[in-house]
């Protein structure tokens, strides 16, 4: 490659990188559903699901924010991490104990029902981290209607890292002028 090339290549990298993080802050959200998921058994007891949330895959690159919303007035929704999931699975199955029910659970994040609308908000943290529901009383129906959205951006520090080097890559490359050299 001649030598005129390489500062042209600088430019477009460097416009690339901050196209980059611009999108990156701005970010990417998606949004699903699980329908028909079974109500709590009993009354006020933690049901977990069978599987943890996934996990984080870059706590230091990315900000990811989840917020979720279900259907029904009676029943209450809560993310626990490990610790406490491995706590309930121990603890005796009755509420009548009073463990592991909407009053006790040590939650990272929980809604009552009453929040089911506007739902539960979550900074996702690192760590392996368990989704459960119960219902307040005995349960009104036979399923229950989850919603969630994920939002995604680049974290703070690599922002600022790959805009540096993008003004980095534009400064080097930018045109000269005036300067002439002999022949």
Request: charged content about 15%; proline content about 7%.
């Amino acid at each position: 490659m001649s030598n005129r090339l390489w500062p042209n290549v600088a430019v477009v990298c460097g416009l690339l990188l901050l196209l980059l993080a611009g999108l990156g802050r701005v970010g990417y959200t998606t949004d699903g559903e699980f329908a028909d998921i079974p109500a709590p058994p009993s009354d006020d007891r933690v049901v977990f699901a069978s599987d943890p949330l996934p996990e984080h895959p870059a706590p230091a690159l990315f900000d990811v924010e989840a917020t979720v919303t279900w259907d029904r007035d009676d029943v209450w929704v809560a993310v626990v991490d490990q610790a406490e999931y491995n706590r309930c699975q121990d603890a005796p199955a009755a509420s009548i104990f009073g463990i592991c029910t909407s009053n006790d659970l040590n939650a990272v994040v929980m809604g009552a029902p009453d929040d089911r609308e506007v739902g539960i908000t979550w900074e996702v943290a690192d760590g392996v981290h368990w989704a459960g529901y119960g219902s307040i009383g005995a349960p009104s129906g036979a399923t229950l209607d989850l919603a969630y959205s994920v939002h995604v951006q680049l974290d703070g520090a690599p922002t600022a890292l790959v805009l540096l080097v993008g003004v980095g890559l534009l400064v080097y490359g930018r045109p000269r002028f005036g300067h002439s050299t002999s022949s």
